[in-house]
């Protein structure tokens, strides 16, 4: 059987109170696009914080639970990983 797969956008960040701020400013993915190039600190930032498609059980696992259970086109809670925290939007999920 195929993984389900998702297709998102994160934008990526150092502290908690940076991604707090960036999510007060983001009403609609335009705004998200925008701020992910201006303050993102992955690779993806410069394509708006576009991650593409993925299948389930490629991103680490606090990742994974948001991409998995927010709601659509809306972006998230800030994420803590190891890598720093996580705004994340959530375009399309293919659970078949």
């Not at 999510?23 to 992910?36: E, I, P, S």
């Not at 593409?52 to 680490?60: E, P, Y």
Request: glycine content about 6%; hydrophobic content about 40%.
């Amino acid at each position: 059987m195929v993984a389900p797969s998702a297709w998102a956008s994160h934008i990526l960040v150092e502290s908690k109170s940076e991604a707090v701020q960036i999510k007060d400013k983001v009403n609609k993915l335009k705004d998200f696009q925008k701020l992910a190039r201006k303050k993102s600190s992955c690779p993806s930032g410069p394509k708006g914080g576009d991650l593409g498609w993925f299948r389930k059980g490629r991103m680490v696992k606090e990742f994974e639970e948001v991409v998995w259970s927010a709601p659509l086109n809306s972006v998230s809670a800030p994420v803590k990983t190891q890598f720093g925290y996580h705004l994340i939007w959530v375009h399309e999920r293919d659970e078949a």
